[in-house]
């Protein structure tokens, strides 16, 4: 078992030393923005190194940036969250502001960018725009997003009170781009805007190192069990806020003891197999974060605090590259989208894979980053983005030569046990075929999708039996009413419908799982009775198999379902992307590449029907384009007991295989 953080560092430190969190660590702490990792503007051997093609990109997207307003925070649409529900009008400014300064602090640190506080407007552009931006957040009434806002719920205001602020995401995104900015601009802020730095500090200070340190019943910290990707999120912002922003030596060790403890309840809810049940989106706010703050505090106090050699690491470490079908497409359990976003720090997991010795890693995270075209991602945050800059390996790895077109990541098969998914290719390495996912769980987990039993098929690498991943997050999405958007809903997932819907909860769940590893196949068995409600049906056994060919059988994967005691009658939902056309006991899609894929089952035994769902939502479209498709197989006599046999193949494998070999795929045992 890991030993807790916050063990570790009483055992080498001693114990909590009270408000001075201890003489130890006071004494490791002391003077630590020269150990963050990342220089300020004034050491110019570093920024001015960043190859050519980095600092081009950088600056020409710094140049487009000022030509646009500045994204404004207004009551209006803040309080939106409680008037219609929209939470993204006020939650993309923000974003879009936070990414606006991160942007152009990267641009003025490449520059070396200076101006004394009288010159004219223009001597400075980037830097006179990064500090506008940094004084509108400093103006603004909350940094809290309205949704999290419950002090202000509780009053049943729409106006939060300042002396009186939530410490959330939104607090957490502000604290830290203060703290970085200040850091890397200080000398500059110093002589073009006197003050300024002054008014970081007393903002991050009131909104959310007070905060931080009065409450600690904070339910993000976890103290239940319950923890998820706030806890690292927030406990990074305030790390980084302690370290770069206080100048107090006793209470910045007060602050880290407290980080250090707080994060033992995320660690202690992290499965051994590295698996993280919120999906991959959540990786890089969660379990990546983990990562980043082990380097800090490693960084600033050397051997005493660095954790970096737990062996779960490893494992974390290894959850994209597990998930990664191809391209930009991803196995999307919870709330994640198929399609991973272009702004993820792919510097760390290339850093640690390094650490760890693990070149599939690093070798996934040059792909991960040449597919998103940056060496940086300025809206994953500015200490992020600060830290990819200045990091020569990442730099010279990302822009040397020609990428290498293997995919040693792409493993024969993965089976994390704790999350219950199991991730299987017809060939290790390669993109190319078959590859499926499964996964049977619970309906309790983080982000949670009523889709237990549910299953993904990929062609070439691009998934096109998929789960449709979340639309945008609305007031609602959290709370009572979550599962009424369809997305959610177990008749949008590729599960079984004996009559009835899937439940919340983590006591539906999937039961008696077992898993077929080997060279030829690769499948998972469960009963997902439990996941309906209680006396629905007697049970339901799903087996989810890819079967690689054996030169008699093209490779296939194949889904059984068996089935007894439903009340009612019995479907089995199927949602697809991409051109659909139906046979008869046969489907096929296409995708607009030309990948495709072709069902078959046995027409005596079901009725197909079809449903075109339209999408308007940005983030679905963003994976799907306008529009998905559902096949639902309706049994013709399910009867007390019964089982049906669906098989997918490629489409191009398909027109290859004889007809008798279709025949004996399309029928049922």
């Known amino acids: ?101 991160s942007l152009l ?32 957040f400093a103006e603004v009434g909350t940094w809290c997003w309205a949704p999290h806002e419950r002090f202000a719920a509780e009053r049943g205001d729409l106006v939060p009170d300042p002396d009186q602020p939530y410490l959330d995401l939104g607090a957490a995104e502000v604290a830290s781009l203060f703290a970085w900015a200040d850091h890397a601009l200080g000398p500059r802020l110093d002589r073009r805007m006197p003050g300024l730095r002054r008014r970081l500090r007393r903002e991050v200070e009131r909104r959310v190192l007070l ?87 490693a960084g600033v106090g050397g051997s005493a605090l660095d954790a970096r050699e737990m062996p779960l690491l490893g494992e974390l470490l290894r959850y994209p590259q597990r998930m990664h079908f191809g391209s930009d497409w991803y196995v999307n359990v ?32 040059l792909a991960g980053a040449r597919q998103q075209h940056s060496a940086v991602a300025p809206r994953a945050g500015l200490g992020r983005a600060l830290a990819a800059l200045s990091d020569e390996d990442w730099c010279r790895a990302l822009t040397a030569g020609e990428p290498d077109a293997s995919a040693p990541w792409l493993a024969h098969e993965t089976w994390l046990p704790r999350l219950q998914i199991l991730v299987a290719r017809e060939t290790a390495g390669s993109t190319d075929g078959l590859a499926v996912a499964v996964k049977a769980g619970h309906n309790g987990e983080h982000h949670n999708h009523l889709d237990v039993g549910s299953y993904w098929v990929a ?47 983590p006591e539906h769940r999937a ?35 890819l079967v690689r ?39 096929t899609v296409t995708a607009p590449d030309g990948s495709g894929l072709v069902m078959y089952w046995n027409p005596r035994d079901a009725a197909a029907s079809v449903v075109r769902k339209e999408l308007d939502d940005p983030l679905l479209t963003a994976s799907w384009g306008d529009h998905l498709t559902r096949i639902t197989l309706t049994v013709r006599s399910p009867g007390a007991q019964g089982r049906l046999t669906v098989r997918w193949l490629i489409v191009d494998g398909a027109a290859k295989t004889g007809k008798n070999e279709l025949s004996g795929l399309a029928q049922h045992s």
């Not at 406990?235 to 770069?244: D, K, P, R």
């Not at 898993?515 to 409600?533: D, F, I, K, N, Q």
Request: one cysteine or more; a negative charge.
């Open 1 to 101: 078992m890991v030993k807790p953080l916050g063990e570790r560092l009483s055992a080498v430190l001693g114990p909590d030393g009270g408000p001075d969190g201890g003489p130890v660590l006071q004494r490791l702490l002391v003077d630590p923005a020269g150990r963050v990792g990342v220089p300020d503007v004034t050491c110019r051997a570093v920024w001015d190194a960043v190859p050519g093609a980095v600092r081009e990109r950088v600056l020409e997207d710094a140049a487009r940036e000022l030509t646009r307003p500045e994204p404004r925070l207004t009551a209006g649409a803040w309080a939106r969250a409680f008037r219609d529900g929209d939470r993204s009008a006020y939650e993309d400014a923000a974003w879009g502001l936070q990414e606006r300064v």
């Open 105 to 136: 602090t990267l641009a003025a640190v490449l520059t070396g960018e200076s101006a004394d506080a009288r010159e004219a407007p223009g001597a400075c552009p980037h830097l006179d725009a990064a500090i506008d931006g940094l004084v509108s």
């Open 211 to 297: 905060p931080f340190e009065r409450r600690r019943d904070w339910r993000w910290i976890g103290a239940d069990g319950g923890a998820n990707n706030w806890n690292p999120w927030i406990h990074g912002a305030v790390l980084a806020a302690a370290l770069l922003l206080c100048t107090d030596d006793a209470r910045r060790a007060r602050l880290v003891r407290l980080v250090v403890q707080g994060l033992d309840h995320y660690v202690a809810t992290l499965p051994d197999d590295g698996g993280i049940d919120e999906g991959i989106a959540y990786w890089w706010v969660g379990a990546c974060r983990l990562l980043e703050i082990l380097d800090l505090l």
């Open 334 to 365: 919870g709330d994640a989208p198929a399609r991973l976003t272009a702004d993820q720090p792919w510097q760390v997991p290339f850093r640690w894979g390094r650490r760890l010795g693990q070149p599939e890693t690093v070798a996934h995270a």
């Open 459 to 505: 062609a070439d690498g691009r998934p096109l039996v998929v789960d449709v991943g979340r639309p945008t997050y609305t007031a609602q999405t959290f709370g009572p009413d979550r599962y009424a958007a369809w997305p959610f809903q177990s008749g949008w997932h590729n599960v079984p419908e004996p009559g009835v819907a899937q439940q919340p909860g």
């Open 511 to 545: 039961r008696d799982v077992r898993v077929e590893l080997g060279r030829g196949v690769s499948g998972m068995t469960a009963e997902l009775g439990g996941a309906y409600p209680r006396g629905s049906l007697t049970g339901w056994d799903r087996a989810v198999r």
């Open 549 to 587: 060919a054996d030169g008699t059988t093209p490779p296939h994967v194949s889904v059984e379902d068996r089935w007894e005691g439903c009340g009612e009658g019995v479907a089995l939902h199927h949602v697809l992307a991409g051109l659909v056309e139906l046979g008869e006991g046969r489907a």
